[in-house]
């Protein structure tokens, strides 16, 4: 029988949802709950459900429960990633007044990776600062151009809408819920037993820069190619501005326009790219990393690279250098 202290936390199935995740998620919050079920004074209990459409024209139902006799609405709702791609909005349309009307009756509703298109599809979005995977970010801001999109975020917590980064962010929203409702204490103690990073990260951690190209402005496309294969380290304005045969503000204006950042940002960007592949594949002197990408200045490479990627140089080496 479901209790009057549980909270539910709800799994979506939808097609194509990970079930790794969807397992994964239900095993954290078990361990988080065994875990409180040891402390001496009794809190909240985690109930886990699953929901699932039994018919095409059906709201989900549940189909799983780990405390069943209870209804209502769930605590929260978490729409997993998926290993295919991004749901279309056709495909979502059967989910998109159901999960309008779950998060209405004050449900927190909460994606990880692709799960944040079908979260886009509601329509809460709308406003508001998001994450998915890294190499949604585009395809996100394109579909549902009212969102803003940060992928450096792993987490983005508004209360009433989670969203997480990329495929595995499942452990780092899991946790993030187990904080919420059992407390800090259990968190960590979970972190421990998943041998897993407490919340903390953030995905530029992990990142590449993938710079938008399918903007259609030819000239701008043709300085991005010549900085790709320079790997930007000639980045005078007037080069750059003759190369993509415009005047200097001109082109500095649909540079913004077309890939989103300046150019100062943007080759920053590329050439911290090609450090991050030095400081994982070599052993060269940060020093001498900073030489060959472009900055005879090694405080300001630092600098830079901590403010694009989080880490310093050293701590990126230390956690990603292969072998």
């Known amino acids: 029988m479901a209790q009057e202290?549980?909270?539910?936390i709800g799994i979506l199935l939808y097609p194509g949802a990970q079930m790794a995740a969807v397992l994964g998620l239900s095993d954290l919050f078990a361990i988080a709950q065994r875990i409180a079920d040891e402390r001496p004074v009794p809190g909240a209990l985690l109930r886990v459900s699953h929901w699932q459409q039994q018919?095409?024209?059906?709201?989900p139902v549940r189909i799983?429960?780990?405390?069943?006799?209870?209804?209502?609405?769930p605590k929260v709702l978490i729409l997993p990633p998926s290993?295919?791609?991004?749901?279309?909005?056709?495909?979502?349309?059967?989910?998109?007044d159901w999960l309008r009307a779950q998060h209405a009756a004050g449900t927190t509703l909460a994606s990880v990776c692709a799960g944040a298109f079908l979260l886009g599809e509601t329509g809460l979005l709308a406003g508001r600062t998001v994450t998915t995977?890294?190499?949604?970010?585009q395809r996100l801001l394109a579909r549902f151009a009212d969102v803003q999109v940060d992928v450096d975020q792993l987490i983005i917590d508004a209360d009433d809408i989670i969203t997480a980064g990329g495929?595995?962010?499942?452990?780092?929203?899991?946790?993030?819920?187990?904080?919420?409702?059992l407390g800090a204490a259990i968190m960590i103690d979970t972190a421990r037993m998943l041998l897993v990073d407490p919340p903390g990260r953030q995905q530029r951690y992990y990142s590449a820069f993938a710079p938008r190209l399918t903007h259609g402005d030819d000239a701008v496309l043709a300085v991005q190619h010549w900085l790709a294969e320079t790997d930007a380290k000639e980045v005078a304005l007037a080069d750059l501005a003759r190369r993509a045969g415009l005047e200097a503000r001109t082109f500095l204006r649909r540079f913004q326009k077309a890939t989103g950042m300046t150019t100062t940002e943007y080759c920053q960007r590329l050439r911290v790219g090609r450090a991050r592949e030095m400081l994982q594949a070599g052993r060269l002197p940060i020093e001498r990393v900073a030489w060959e990408v472009g900055y005879g200045d090694p405080g300001a490479f630092r600098k830079v690279f901590t403010r694009i990627v989080g880490l310093t140089p050293g701590e990126y080496r230390q956690r990603f250098q292969a072998g």
């Open 55 to 59: 018919a095409d024209d059906d709201a």
């Open 64 to 73: 799983r429960d780990s405390l069943p006799g209870g209804g209502g609405a």
């Open 5 to 8: 202290n549980s909270i539910e």
């Open 167 to 181: 495929i595995m962010a499942w452990t780092d929203l899991g946790l993030r819920l187990v904080d919420r409702y």
């Open 83 to 96: 290993l295919e791609e991004p749901l279309s909005s056709e495909a979502a349309a059967p989910y998109r």
């Open 133 to 137: 995977h890294w190499l949604y970010a």
